[in-house]
């Protein structure tokens, strides 16, 4: 059974930090790029951050350049976002993917997500002002 699994969202205060996590399993996760995205009610999702499948590249979307972190450990098919100085305009539905192909790094079309597939179903993030 296929099932990709984030974790670690929560309500948080401004400037504060989170730590996501996103665990695959029934599919192959060491030789695959993986994304996180985030997603407002009413809004176009938003590529936030992308890994290469080796984990030697990485990506940002701007607003997450120098506050974000993402890394991977393969040997317990996990995924992480670390996330530090939080803003209110962080606040969103957040979601883990696999690339679609292996040995993939990002694209310069990762942030559309187009290239990925077996979401998960998200992890609630809010950051109060």
């Known amino acids: 059974q296929v099932q990709v699994v984030e974790s670690g969202g929560g309500l948080v205060q401004a400037g504060e930090s989170l730590r996501l996590s996103c665990t695959a399993s029934g599919l192959p996760f060491a030789d695959y790029g993986m994304g996180w995205f985030r997603q407002v009610p009413g809004k176009e999702r938003e590529g936030v951050s992308c890994i290469s499948w080796y984990g030697g590249t990485t990506d940002f979307a701007d607003s997450a350049k120098g506050r974000f972190t993402i890394s991977r450990d393969n040997a317990k098919n996990t995924l992480y976002l670390q996330m530090n100085s939080l803003k209110p305009e962080d606040t969103a539905i957040y979601y883990c993917?696999?690339?679609?192909?292996?040995?993939?790094?990002?694209?310069?079309?990762?942030?559309?997500?187009?290239?990925?597939?077996?979401w998960g179903q998200g992890t609630q993030v809010t950051v109060s002002s």
């Open positions: 993917a696999r690339h679609l192909s292996p040995y993939q790094g990002c694209s310069a079309s990762w942030k559309k997500g187009t290239d990925f597939g077996y």
